[in-house]
């Protein structure tokens, strides 16, 4: 698994609220992942990091931001979440600066907007 | 019209028969992932392809480039493969990594 981790698992909040995910790896991999998964939808990329500070946005980006201020954790934030944003979350790191392209996922972090 | 299109979205078989699962791309890539999700469970990596064909156990991965095309074959099924499977595939970038693009996914159920 790579050493990832996701927290919260599970999140229930309300409309407008801000909301942060954390995940952690433990593996020093320098790429580093947000997916949301929908039915219907399947998994999306929301937002990516290429390093420390250097992140970039996905195909779902609106209503998301990101922080990496360290190697070992991806913030994803949602300034105000709304209800659209109930979804499963997986962070995931590449081992492509190991010159490898295998992707990890963590466990996953359902949240649910009302 | 999908980057990444899979067939069947679902299929149910009884114990023991051939499983096919097909991946079809529009876009140039650097590799291409089956991943298997089980219901409310986490996604696990079961291939990586860059060409050619890997093997597994029961499972069996092939990648044809020119066509942009990739197979998932499971042979001997087993109640236990009855999962999601999906296909990502990397965009070749030049050198980043940008993370994957994913099909929907084969909702697979394996029959005793």
């Known amino acids: 698994d790579a050493g990832i981790t996701q927290s919260p698992r599970h999140k229930v909040t309300e409309t407008g609220t801000p909301v942060t995910l954390r995940c952690h790896q433990t593996?020093?991999?320098?790429?580093m992942y947000w997916y949301r998964q929908d039915p219907g939808h399947g998994l999306r990329l929301i937002h990516y990091?290429?390093?420390?500070?250097?992140?970039d946005k996905g195909e779902v980006s609106d209503g998301y931001s990101v922080s990496r201020s360290k190697t070992e954790d991806f913030l994803l934030t949602l300034e105000s979440a709304t209800s659209s944003q109930t979804s499963v979350y997986f962070c995931?790191?590449?081992?492509?600066?190991?010159?490898?392209?295998?992707?990890?996922f963590g466990p996953g972090t359902r949240l649910t907007v009302l | 019209k999908n980057e990444v299109e899979q067939s069947p979205q679902n299929l149910t078989a009884q114990e023991g028969e051939f499983i096919t699962i097909n991946c079809s791309y529009s876009?140039?890539?650097?590799?291409l992932h089956w991943l298997q999700q089980h219901p409310g469970g986490g996604i696990v990596s079961l291939f990586m392809?860059?060409?050619g064909k890997k093997k597994h156990g029961r499972l069996i991965a092939t990648i044809n480039i020119q066509e942009k095309h990739s197979s998932l074959h499971i042979t001997a099924s087993h109640p236990r493969d009855s999962a999601v499977y999906i296909c990502?595939?990397?965009?070749?970038?030049?050198?980043?990594?940008?993370?994957?693009?994913f099909g929907k996914g084969t909702h697979l159920i394996i029959q005793p």
């Open positions: 995931a790191i590449s081992a492509r600066d190991r010159g490898e392209e295998e992707q990890f």
């Open positions: 593996e020093n991999h320098r790429y």
């Open positions: 990091s290429y390093g420390v500070k250097d992140t």
């Open positions: 876009v140039g890539i650097s590799a």
């Open positions: 392809l860059s060409s």
């Open positions: 990502a595939v990397m965009r070749y970038s030049g050198g980043g990594a940008d993370g994957l693009t």
